[in-house]
Nanobody
Framework: QVQLVESGGGLVQAGGSLMLSCAAS????????MGWFRQAPGKEREFVAT????????IYADSMKGRFTISRDDAKNSLYLQMSSLKPEDTAVYYC?????????????????WGQGTQVTVSA
C-alpha cells in the first residue's frame, strides 16, 4: 500500500502558476502509475494527468496540455504537478492517486490509493 499527502494548493490570480506536490509513503512508490485528478464543486472528479513508472509516458487531459506538467522523483517518493496559465475554471480540489500500470490511466476507479486533496482557487 501507499499513503499519499498533497500540498501546495492555494489562491492564485488568473494567468499565474502553482506547483502541487504529493508525498508518498511506502517502499514501492516507483512501481505505481501516478495520477492527478481534480473535482470542482458540483462536478464529477476529472482526470488531469498521469505518469508511468520511470516517468514515461505521460498523459494529459486535453484542456491541460501545454499548461500543466506532471513529474515524479522516485528517490524522494514524490509526485508533482506544475500548473501555469491558470484559469478560474481550474478551481478545484486536486487529488493525487496511485494505481497499477495495467489499468486504464484516465479512469479514477482504477486508482485504489488517494490523497486527501489540496484546494486550488484561481481568481479572475
Amino acid at each position: 500500500q501507499v499513503q499519499l499527502v498533497e500540498s501546495g494548493g492555494g489562491l492564485v490570480q488568473a494567468g499565474g502558476s502553482l506547483m502541487l506536490s504529493c508525498a508518498a509513503s511506502g517502499r514501492t512508490f516507483s512501481l505505481y502509475r501516478m495520477g492527478w485528478f481534480r473535482q470542482a464543486p458540483g462536478k464529477e472528479r476529472e482526470f488531469v494527468a498521469t505518469i508511468n513508472p520511470s516517468g514515461v509516458p505521460t498523459i494529459y487531459a486535453d484542456s491541460m496540455k501545454g499548461r500543466f506538467t506532471i513529474s515524479r522523483d522516485d528517490a524522494k517518493n514524490s509526485l508533482y504537478l506544475q500548473m501555469s496559465s491558470l484559469k478560474p475554471e481550474d478551481t478545484a480540489v486536486y487529488y493525487c492517486a496511485a494505481g497499477g500500470i495495467f489499468a486504464a490511466p484516465r479512469l479514477s476507479q482504477h486508482y485504489p490509493f488517494w490523497g486527501q486533496g489540496t484546494q486550488v482557487t484561481v481568481s479572475a
